[in-house]
């Protein structure tokens, strides 16, 4: 039986089993790869999405969680051509190097900045603690989203 996924606002219609994990539901069927495959153990936090605003990990969810809940992938934060305003900071401060944590520290950041409009350096911290990045953007990454709170103020 198909399970119906609300993905970045679209209904999508998949086939697969209900403990499948989400990860892999969005990559393979849904067709957005932005939510990437890092380690597979909830550790790394590549692959976060926002499931009903909350910073989710997606290799560990089984898809059966997800159904009839508002899932957000990085792909869904811009709208009508905008980037998110935590995207446009991470490009601005040129938060990251290869680029293969972005995707999920950027949704940390928004789902920390959905429940903070003045989160301190230490919310920002422990909101990213699970997103590792090999490069070492760790002092721009808290600029970029230091930038994003300042944004969301002004």
């Known amino acids: 039986m198909p399970l119906t996924l ?14 499948q ?3 892999y539901v969005l990559r393979d069927q849904v067709g957005l790869t932005g939510t990437k495959y890092g380690c597979g153990e909830g550790q790394c936090g ?7 605003g909350t910073a989710t990990r997606s290799c560990l969810s089984p898809v059966a969680q997800a159904v009839g ?4 992938t990085i792909e869904g934060l811009e709208k009508s051509g905008q980037l998110h305003p ?3 900071a991470f490009l601005d401060a040129e938060a990251f190097q290869c680029g ?4 999920g ?30 490069c070492g953007a760790y002092p721009r990454i ?9 944004g969301r103020r002004g």
């Open 6 to 19: 609300w993905v970045n606002g679209a209904e999508h219609q998949v086939d697969v089993a209900p403990d």
């Open 21 to 23: 994990k989400l990860l």
């Open 46 to 52: 590549a692959c976060t999405v926002l499931i009903d």
């Open 69 to 72: 809940k508002q899932i957000t």
């Open 86 to 88: 935590v995207q446009k």
């Open 100 to 103: 293969y944590c972005t995707s």
């Open 105 to 134: 520290a950027i949704i940390s950041a928004v789902a920390l900045l959905n429940k903070s409009d003045h989160p301190t350096d230490q919310q920002i911290l422990a909101a990213l603690e699970g997103n590792v990045c090999r």
């Open 142 to 150: 808290l600029e970029a989203v230091r930038a994003a709170a300042a």
